[in-house]
């Protein structure tokens, strides 16, 4: 877990400071899990951080770190962030398995434990 904490604080920082960044969200959940939402200008900005600094090193552990992780991209109007529940139901229906080592039970079709929807807190830009 160390470890992990060392990549989440620097992958925030990061994002924080990302062009094209409006607002996120983490949410810590029961059993270890992490839920992440970010809004973005464009595609292309979201993309450039996520291959890019440190969320690129982050995400190269996290096949070895997870039994179920996911993800899923979507367009809105909105500016706001969607709720936990809207999120939780979007990664269900649009979002995919990412691949692990060790995947749980839940993992290839997405039926894990639903999200404690309470907590976490919200990142703003720099």
């Not at 969607?82 to 979002?95: F, L, Q, V």
Request: charged letters at 20%; glycine letters at 8%.
């Amino acid at each position: 877990m160390p470890l992990f904490g060392i990549h989440t604080l620097r992958s925030i920082s990061q994002v924080k400071r990302a062009p094209g960044f409006r607002i996120g969200a983490l949410l810590p959940d029961r059993s270890l899990t992490f839920w992440t939402l970010t809004g973005w200008d464009s595609q292309e900005a979201m993309r450039s951080y996520m291959t890019t600094g440190s969320h690129k090193q982050a995400m190269s552990h996290l096949m070895h770190w997870c039994d179920e992780a996911s993800v899923a991209h979507w367009t809105q109007e909105e500016e706001a962030l969607p709720s936990w529940s809207e999120a939780d139901r979007r990664m269900r229906t649009e979002g995919r398995a990412s691949k692990v080592n060790h995947p749980s039970p839940h993992h290839a079709d997405l039926t894990y434990q639903e999200p404690r929807t309470t907590g976490g807190g919200p990142i703003h830009p720099a």
